[in-house]
C-alpha cells in the first residue's frame, strides 16, 4: 500500500505517495527528478548516494521512505546559501576534485560532515573519513587537498587534547572464574578457493556403522529428506530433479534444478552434481559433492568426509565472504549429521531439516558467498 | 534494483510489535537502522512481505545509566556512542568501537541492537559486547527475558533469540577506574568488515578478565585461559602461545586467521597495557 511522506528537500516541502519499498535514491530521482543523487552498489559500500538527512550524511540506497517522514534532507542541488558547501565546492573545482563527476555529489556530502565534525584533520584523518566513498577518476589527491583546505580555512590551531590515561602500572590480579563457555565443536576440513570455485572439506562422524550409513547415503530416496530444506521432485537410477530451500539470517532463496548421482558400492564413495537456479532472487548455483564413508574409531561408528565444490552467479555471489559459507556449511553439516543418525536409529529427520540447507542434495546450495 | 515489495509498520508499543510477528511465518522481520537488511533487501537476498520498525517502540532510543550499569537501548545509533552520548561503563572503549564500524553514513543509521541480532561474525559489537560482560534484554510473548552475551550468539546469523523476541536494551556493567581495556581489528580496508578482531577487557577491582576473538566465522571465541594468564602476569603473551590456544580451540581456523587473530590480541592488549 502506497504511503504519502511529507518532506522537506532542498528547503521545500515536497508531497510524495510511494511504495513503501522505495529507496529514499529513487524518492529523489524517480519522484522529485533530483538526479544528482547516484545510485551505485545500492549496499551501502560506494557512497555515490549519500545525502544529508535532517543535518547528517545518510546512505539514500539504504534508507527506505517510512524513515522519510518529516525529514529535512540537502542534495547537491540544494545547500544553498550554505557557506561551507560553497568553499567546497569552490575547492573541489581548483584542486581537480572532480573528473568525471559521479561520486561528487556523494563525496560533497560526505566532506560537509567532514568539515563541520573537525576543526583539525590531518591528510590521514582526512582519508580515514573518506573512506566510504569511491571515486574511479581522481585518485583522491585533489578531494583530500580541498577538504583540508576548508579545513584549515577554519582557523582553529590545534586538536583538543587527547583524554589523559591512567598512568599507574597495571597490577596482575588472580581472576575470578567465569564458567567457561561451552567450546565449538566445528567439523574438521579445510576451505579453499579454486577459480571461480569455493571447495570445503570436512569429516565428522556418524554413530552407526559404515554399511549402514552407506545404505543411507547411496539412496538418493532415504538420504535427500536428511538435508535441511532439500526436496526431491523426480528420481531415476542416476539423476533426479528437486529444489533446496536456504533460510540464513534474513536470506531467503529456493534453488530448483536437476542433477545426477553415480555411487561406487565397493568404495563406500559416491558423487551427486548439480545445478538449479534461484528466480525470484536471480541467483544460480551449480555444484558437486563427493562423499565417501569409512569405519569411524570403532567398526560399529562411521566417519563421512565430504567434499563440497559449488560455484554461484548472480546476487548471491555478491555477497563475497568466504566465512560465512563456513560456517553455514558447518552448521547445515550438523543438522545433516544428526538426521541422518536419528534416521538409522529408525526415527525421523527433525524439524530443523526446513531450515536452510545445502544444497541440492546439500550442495548446492549454498554457495553463494564465494569469491 | 528495488527491493521485493513490502508492507511496513512502525508500531509504539511492544504488544503490537510482537503481534505484527506473530502474524504469520517467517514473512516478517524487523527493522531497525536497516543498515544490514537494506543491501540484503535491494539485492532480494531477503524478500520479507511485511517489516516492522523497531525505531519507535518505548525506549529503544534511550540510554540509561545506574550506580552499576550503563543501559542503551537496542535502536540507538553507532554514531551517538561515537559522539559520546552513552556514559563510559570503562573509559573510552565504546567511543573507540562505534567510530571504527562502518563509515560515518552507515553509523548515522545503523543501531548496536540491529548488529547485535544480526550476529555477523564480523561485526564489532559482538565481540565488543562479550568482552564487557553485557546481557542483552529481550521481551518474547510471555515477557522479558536476559540473555548473557557470552550465550548470545549461536553461529553465523544465529542468535538464542526466537523469532518473536525484540531485543529492547543492552545492560552493560560498569568498571573500576582502574579498568584497562584493548581492542584491534585487521581490515583490508578502512570501513570493512574485519578480517580478525581482539578484545580485551581487565579490571582489578572487581578481578574480572577477558580475552575475546571475534570473525572467527561463527560466535566470539572467548579465552578463559589467556585471560587468566594475562590477568596474573600482566604480561602480553607470547604470538606462539595465542596461536597454540587458537588451535586448540575446537573452532576450525585456517593459518592465516589464526595468525592474523594473534595479531589482533598482541596489539590489543599491548596498547592495554601500556602506561603511556
Ligand atoms: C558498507 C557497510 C559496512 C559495514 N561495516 C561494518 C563493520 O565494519 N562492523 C560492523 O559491526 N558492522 C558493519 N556494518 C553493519 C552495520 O553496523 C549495521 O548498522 C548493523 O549491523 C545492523 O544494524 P541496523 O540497525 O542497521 O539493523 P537492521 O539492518 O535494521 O537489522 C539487522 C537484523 O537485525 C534484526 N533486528 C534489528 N533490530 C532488532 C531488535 N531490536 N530486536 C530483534 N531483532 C532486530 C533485523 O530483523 C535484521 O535481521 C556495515 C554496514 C554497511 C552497509
Ligand atoms: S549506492 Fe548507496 S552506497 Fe553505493
Ligand atoms: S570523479 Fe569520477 S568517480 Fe570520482
Redesign the interface.
Known amino acids: 500500500m502506497p504511503e504519502t511522506l511529507t518532506l522537506t528537500v532542498n528547503g521545500e516541502d515536497c508531497t510524495v505517495t510511494v511504495p513503501p519499498r522505495t529507496q529514499l535514491a529513487e524518492v529523489l530521482r524517480d519522484h522529485l527528478d533530483l538526479t544528482g543523487t547516484h545510485l551505485a552498489c545500492e549496499q551501502g559500500v560506494c557512497g555515490a548516494c549519500t545525502v544529508m538527512m535532517n543535518g547528517r550524511p545518510v546512505r539514500s540506497c539504504i534508507t527506505y521512505a517510512h524513515a522519510c517522514d518529516g525529514a529535512v534532507i540537502e542534495t547537491i542541488e540544494g545547500h544553498r546559501g550554505d557557506p561551507v558547501m560553497d568553499q567546497l565546492r569552490d575547492a573541489f573545482s581548483r584542486h581537480h576534485a572532480l573528473q568525471c563527476g559521479f561520486c561528487t555529489p556523494g563525496m560533497l556530502a560526505t566532506a560537509r560532515d567532514i568539515v563541520t565534525r573537525f576543526d583539525v584533520a590531518d591528510e590521514a584523518t582526512i582519508r580515514h573519513e573518506l573512506s566510504g566513498n569511491l571515486c574511479r577518476c581522481t585518485g583522491y589527491v585533489g578531494i583530500v587537498g580541498a577538504i583540508s583546505e576548508v579545513i584549515a580555512a577554519k582557523g582553529a590551531t590545534s586538536a583538543p587534547p587527547a583524554p589523559a590515561r591512567d598512568t599507574k602500572p597495571f597490577a596482575p590480579f588472580e581472576p575470578v572464574e567465569t564458567a567457561a563457555a561451552p567450546t565449538p565443536t566445528a567439523p574438521q576440513g579445510s576451505v579453499s578457493i579454486e577459480g571461480g570455485w569455493t571447495v570445503v572439506k570436512r569429516s565428522f562422524a556418524l554413530s552407526h556403522a559404515p554399511d549402514s550409513v552407506w545404505q543411507l547415503f547411496r539412496d538418493p530416496a532415504r538420504v535427500a529428506p536428511c538435508i535441511p530444506g532439500a526436496t526431491v521432485e523426480s528420481l531415476d537410477a542416476e539423476s533426479f530433479t528437486g529444489a533446496v530451500e536456504i533460510r540464513f539470517g534474513p536470506i531467503r532463496a529456493r534453488f530448483g534444478g536437476r542433477g545426477s548421482y553415480d555411487n561406487d558400492d565397493a568404495a563406500r564413495a559416491g558423487t551427486i552434481r548439480g545445478e538449479g537456479d534461484d528466480k525470484q532472487g536471480k541467483s544460480k548455483v551449480r555444484g558437486a559433492l563427493r562423499y565417501a564413508i569409512a569405519e569411524g574409531t570403532t567398526p560399529q561408528v562411521s566417519r563421512a568426509e565430504v567434499e563440497l565444490r559449488f560455484e554461484i552467479d548472480g546476487m548471491l555471489a555478491q555477497f563475497n565472504r568466504p566465512e560465512l559459507v563456513t560456517g553455514f556449511v558447518d552448521y547445515i553439516l550438523a543438522q545433516f549429521a544428526a538426521n541422518c543418525d536419528a534416521v538409522l536409529s529408525g526415527g525421523e529427520a527433525g524439524p530443523a531439516r526446513r531450515l536452510s540447507v545445502l544444497g541440492m542434495l546439500w550442495s548446492v546450495l549454498k554457495a553463494r558467498f564465494s569469491r | 534494483?528495488?527491493?521485493?515489495?513490502?508492507?511496513?509498520s512502525?508500531p509504539v508499543t511492544l504488544d503490537a510489535a510482537q503481534a505484527a510477528l506473530r502474524g504469520d511465518d517467517?514473512g516478517t522481520?524487523l527493522i531497525s537502522g536497516?543498515?544490514?537488511?537494506?543491501?540484503?533487501?535491494?539485492?532480494?537476498?531477503?524478500?520479507?512481505a511485511h517489516?516492522v520498525?523497531v525505531?519507535a517502540l518505548p525506549g529503544l532510543a534511550d540510554i540509561r545509566e545506574t550506580d552499576s550499569h550503563v543501559e542503551i537501548g537496542a535502536a540507538v545509533t553507532h554514531?551517538r556512542i561515537e559522539d559520546g552520548e552513552v556514559p563510559d561503563p570503562i573509559?573510552?572503549m565504546l567511543r573507540h568501537v562505534a567510530s571504527g564500524i562502518?563509515?560515518?553514513?552507515?553509523r548515522?543509521?545503523g543501531t548496536i541492537g540491529g548488529s547485535l541480532c544480526?550476529?555477523?561474525?564480523?561485526a564489532d559489537w559482538v565481540t565488543a559486547m562479550t568482552a564487557l560482560?553485557a546481557v542483552l534484554v529481550v521481551r518474547g510473548g510471555t515477557g522479558a527475558r536476559e540473555i548473557p552475551m557470552?550465550?548470545f550468539m549461536l553461529?553465523?546469523?544465529?542468535t538464542a533469540m526466537a523469532e518473536d523476541e525484540v531485543l529492547t536494551t543492552i545492560r552493560i556493567p560498569r568498571y573500576s577506574?582502574?579498568a584497562?581495556w584493548g581492542y584491534y581489528k585487521i581490515c583490508r580496508?578502512?570501513?570493512e568488515?574485519a578480517d580478525a578482531i581482539a578484545a580485551f577487557v581487565?579490571d582489578?577491582a572487581?578481578?574480572?578478565?577477558?580475552v575475546v576473538f571475534g570473525?572467527?566465522?561463527?560466535?566470539p571465541?572467548?579465552s578463559?585461559e589467556l585471560?587468566?594468564q594475562i590477568?596474573?602476569?600482566?604480561a602480553v603473551p607470547p604470538v606462539e602461545t595465542v596461536k597454540a590456544v587458537l588451535r586448540d580451540?575446537?573452532?576450525?581456523l585456517?593459518d592465516v586467521?589464526i595468525h592474523q587473530l594473534a595479531i589482533a590480541h598482541s596489539r590489543a592488549v599491548t596498547e592495554a597495557?601500556s602506561?603511556?
Open positions: 534494483m528495488k527491493p521485493s515489495p513490502f508492507e511496513i512502525r517467517h522481520k536497516g543498515q544490514s537488511l537494506g543491501p540484503m533487501l535491494n539485492l532480494r537476498l531477503a524478500r520479507p517489516l520498525d525505531t554514531a573509559a573510552g562502518a563509515y560515518r553514513a552507515v548515522n543509521r544480526h550476529a555477523d561474525p564480523a560482560g557470552a550465550g553461529g553465523a546469523y544465529r577506574d582502574q584497562r580496508k578502512v570501513g568488515f581487565a582489578p572487581s578481578r574480572t578478565c577477558r570473525s572467527t566465522g561463527g560466535a571465541f572467548v578463559a585471560a587468566r590477568a596474573t602476569t600482566g580451540s575446537g573452532l576450525n585456517s586467521k597495557l602506561d603511556a
